[in-house]
């Protein structure tokens, strides 16, 4: 049966979520992706698993040197076992300061991600799914924004990135005062 979202929690909008059949999370992504442009390339990881792993795409809108550089990513994995799709993670992306792939247990923003020209990966046996490439204004605008277009969110949007920038400026400008002028 298909699971309610645990861990991201939607007032508003769908509330199914990923469970570990593999079918029938890409089934719930086809549900709300009604084309013939979907691509799904199949690739097995693990040496003793042979766990199934599903790139999804929307074939004209996504880049197609970006699947090509997933694909080879995932293909020159050389592991035993992948227990769930956030084991991928250390394999497709270096350490960076802010993350370029969202876990996600919602088919909902995978559909729209998708047709954003975003690349979906399903493992197996895993109740997430992997959205990449992820940008900083992807962790600023939750997913259930989208849903309501009321004026508090847009306010609550303002406000977020005004804390951001005011974080990242005021503690530059306070050490910037200090060490010119100690007595202040």
């Keep these: 049966s298909i699971a309610s979202n645990e861990v991201e929690i939607a007032l508003k909008g769908p509330k199914n ?12 992504i086809k549900r709300r992706l009604k084309t013939n442009k979907l691509k799904i390339c199949e690739i097995n990881i693990g040496r003793l698993s042979k766990s199934k792993i599903a790139i999804m795409y929307i074939d004209g809108i996504t880049k197609m040197d970006l699947v090509q550089k997933i694909k080879s990513k995932l293909e020159n994995v050389d592991i035993d076992m ?10 497709l ?21 998708l047709s954003n020209g975003k690349v979906v990966i399903i493992a ?4 997430t799914a992997l ?5 900083l204004i992807d962790f600023m605008n939750p997913f259930s924004d989208y849903y309501t277009k009321d004026f508090t969110i847009s306010m609550t949007k303002i406000l977020r990135f005004s804390c ?12 910037a ?8």
């Design 17 to 28: 979520a990923f469970n570990e059949n593999y079918q029938s999370n890409i089934g719930l």
């Design 82 to 91: 992948i227990n769930d799709s956030e084991d991928l993670k250390k394999y």
């Design 93 to 113: 992306t270096k350490t960076y300061v802010f993350p370029t792939i969202i876990a996600t247990e919602r088919p909902d923003r995978c559909a729209k991600s």
């Design 124 to 127: 197996q046996e895993s109740p």
């Design 131 to 135: 959205i990449l490439p992820a940008f």
């Design 164 to 175: 951001f920038f005011l974080s990242m400026i005021v503690p530059a400008f306070y050490i």
């Design 177 to 184: 005062i200090i060490s010119f002028n100690q007595e202040a």
